[in-house]
């Protein structure tokens, strides 16, 4: 048996998460470093345990992404999933959720995905209360196309798009989210996965609109751009900046790279959400 081929099979055996996994189409294309692989073991463990509790059958996770190497995520989980269109995820996810209630919809995609292109989907959706867990990664850059600003970059940074350094500000999707009666707005980070597991395992529990934004490390390209190219250095210096707050306010928000990004459960509550609405209580 070729090499790869026996390590892939070890790999189906290796981890109580595998079973969750398209083995055959791992190893990922994430780079090494990258905070995608701690957030998505994070996700899965959680999803693990509400599979053991009886509140998610396997069977009725969808997972659905746009483009990006966030959105690649849909590659490799071993569950229903779709890989729509660039900015598009949240719209698809709310037809899949329309079209068949029973199931458990997780949108997931990059900052320029979700709150860049995809920003009007994503109010509406959190406008509606509608019930789906959306996931956020914030890598402050967009990182598939190589390079480009996206909606959280940094103030003055070097990106192919703004050589001069970027003149925008870094939008505080927490904040935006906070317009609406939504459930439940977090902001976790690849840096603390034990803490990104708890908000992920709360969200599957919860009905409605759920959002979690995941600050994390993508030293490839955001790390070039800023000087911390080597994944320990970038990860050292995303770890001097986040800080860990429990109930913060959203006024604490802000996604400042400078003065540091605090994390925690921002809004917590429990509205029906748009299915039980339009369904008269009966989901
Ligand atoms: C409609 C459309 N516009 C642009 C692109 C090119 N494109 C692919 S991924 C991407 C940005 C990726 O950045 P982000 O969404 O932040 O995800 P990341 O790669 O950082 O995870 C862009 C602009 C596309 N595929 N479709
Ligand atoms: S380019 Fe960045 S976000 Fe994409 S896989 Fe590499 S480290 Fe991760």
Redesign the pocket.
């Known amino acids: 048996m070729a090499l790869i081929e026996k390590t892939k099979v070890e790999l189906g055996k290796a981890h109580p998460l595998d079973k969750y996994l398209r083995i055959e189409r791992i190893p990922t294309l994430w780079c090494p470093g990258c905070g995608l692989g701690v957030s998505l073991a994070a996700l899965l463990k959680a999803i693990d345990r509400r599979v053991k509790e009886g509140v998610l059958d396997p069977k009725k996770i969808v997972f659905v992404t ?6 690649r995520t849909s590659f490799y989980v071993g569950f229903d999933a779709a890989h729509t ?3 598009r995820a949240v719209a698809f996810a709310t037809g899949a959720k329309l079209a068949n209630p029973k199931l458990e919809l997780i949108v997931l ?5 979700i709150a ?2 995809g920003g009007n989907h994503l109010i509406h959706a959190a406008r509606r209360n509608m019930d789906l867990l959306v996931i956020m ?1 914030t ?1 402050f ?5 190589g390079g ?1 600003l ?1 909606p959280t970059t940094p103030p003055g940074l070097y990106t192919t798009t703004t050589p001069q350094g970027s003149r925008e500000k870094p939008m505080n999707v927490i904040k935006l989210l906070a317009a609406f009666e939504v459930n439940y707005v977090a902001r976790g980070s690849s840096i603390y996965p034990q803490l990104l597991e708890q908000y992920y395992y709360k969200a599957l529990g919860m009905r409605g609109f759920r959002f979690i934004e995941v600050v994390s490390t ?1 030293p490839e390209v955001f790390g070039r751009h800023i000087g911390y190219r080597d994944p320990v250095t970038l990860y050292d210096e995303l770890k001097k900046r986040v800080k860990v707050k429990t109930k913060p306010s959203i006024e604490e928000s802000s996604l400042d790279w400078d003065r540091g990004i605090i994390i925690g459960e921002y809004i917590v509550n429990d509205y029906p959400g748009y299915i039980e609405l339009i369904m008269g209580g009966k989901k």
């Open positions: 746009g483009i990006g190497c966030t959105a269109l660039h900015g995609g990059g900052d320029g995905d860049g292109i990664n890598n850059i967009y990182a598939m196309t480009q996206a993508c």
